[in-house]
């Protein structure tokens, strides 16, 4: 079973501080995506790597994916408030298949 | 387009009652996902279809649970019966094809289900 261990669970910081969420797994994943979710709504697709080492740039979100594409990072520079909810993982073997989700980091960005 | 549309979007019962989840997956999409949110567990895949045929069941917890896709355009979650292990946020979603890049997993609003 492939699993995605998200780290922080939780986290709270000012508005303008600059964040760092990671996504690692033992696996290695076709491809891997992150998602927003907002209370009472489904998540929200961002981003979706898949080669080794890659990065990309989302306004003040970069997302980068392991050279092994074992594992993922988000690092949100000048934070703001309206970045506040839950950011998850999601990971694919590939094709048609079905996502494995992290338990996803909660996000609190405080005025 | 309107999207992936569930309902209910809430939904209480009693254990022992028959509980059925709706989902109406985007026009055109060809592949369906039924997922479940805990805080516990976070969010799994139970189930998905391509073309209405089940292609992947492992997640579904139990036999108390049953999935359908009887058209393109309608899918039902049934857990008969129910237990108060079962509250959970289900999700439906949909996607047309494989592709990683273009073939984006759009997600409908959940049901939330407490069984009491």
């Known amino acids: 079973t492939q699993l995605l261990e998200q780290s922080p669970q939780f986290l709270s910081i000012q508005e303008g501080e600059n964040l760092t969420v990671y996504c690692n797994s033992s696996?290695?994943?076709?491809?891997l995506q992150w998602y927003r979710q907002e209370p009472g709504e489904g998540p929200v697709l961002l981003v979706t790597?898949?080669?080794?080492?890659e990065v990309k740039k989302l306004k003040r979100l970069t997302f980068q994916f392991g050279d092994a594409r074992k594992d993922s990072s988000l690092h949100i520079t000048a934070a703001q408030p309206g970045d506040t909810g839950l950011y998850l993982c999601a990971g694919s073997g590939g094709g048609a298949d079905g996502l494995t989700f992290g338990k996803g980091t909660h996000l609190i960005i405080q005025p | 387009d309107a999207g992936v549309i569930q309902s209910p979007r809430h939904e209480v019962t009693e254990m022992g009652q028959e509980v059925t989840l709706r989902c109406k997956p985007i026009s055109g999409h060809d592949y369906l996902f039924w997922y479940r949110q805990t805080m516990m567990r976070g969010l799994e895949l139970l189930i998905y279809f391509n073309n209405n045929v089940p292609i992947d069941d492992s997640g579904m917890p139990e036999d108390r649970f049953s999935a359908k896709m009887p058209n393109a355009s309608f899918s039902t979650l049934k857990i008969q019966p129910s237990e108060p292990r079962d509250s959970a946020v289900y999700f439906c979603?949909?996607?047309?094809?494989?592709?990683?890049?273009?073939?984006?997993?759009?997600f409908g609003p959940g049901t939330r289900l407490t069984v009491l």
């Open positions: 979603a949909s996607k047309k094809g494989t592709s990683v890049y273009t073939d984006t997993q759009y």
């Open positions: 790597v898949v080669t080794g080492g």
């Open positions: 696996s290695v994943f076709s491809s």
